[in-house]
Nanobody, 122 residues
Framework: QVHLVESGGGLVQPGGSLRLSCAVS????????VGWYRQAPGKQRELVAA???????YYVDSVKGRFTISRDNPKNTVALQMSSLKPEDTAVYYC????????????????WGQGTQVTVSS
């Protein structure tokens, strides 16, 4: 059975940094793409960043240059390093175990973590 567990959320001031981690168990992790999503109150869940099995990355425009996604296959983990955080980054962040479409885009999978709250506020 596949499990994803996020950690690393919290309260941070604008301009600060946080590092989220997603630990994956129960799958052949190295063959999967992984995505980080976020959902703010009253808004739809959106894909923030993704990384393919080969290490190719994707970022939504609003986080480019501020967020970095990386993976450690031997440890079955994916990290999201967030810097220069803004109040609009406040959301619950989820990791998702997915796949890569033939055109290189991320395909959402069925497995989700429980989410971790990120609050950016002074």
């Amino acid at each position: 059975q596949v499990h994803l567990v996020e950690s690393g959320g919290g309260l941070v001031q604008p301009g600060g940094s946080l590092r989220l981690s997603c630990a994956v168990s129960g799958s052949i992790f190295r063959f999967n793409a992984v995505g980080w999503y976020r959902q703010a109150p009253g808004k739809q869940r959106e894909l923030v960043a993704a990384i393919t099995s080969g290490g190719t990355t994707y970022y939504v425009d609003s986080v480019k240059g501020r967020f970095t996604i990386s993976r450690d296959n031997p440890k079955n983990t994916v990290a999201l390093q967030m810097s220069s955080l803004k109040p609009e980054d406040t959301a619950v962040y989820y990791c998702n175990l997915g796949a890569t479409n033939s055109d290189g885009t991320y395909r959402t999978g069925a497995y989700w973590g429980q989410g971790t709250q990120v609050t950016v506020s002074s």
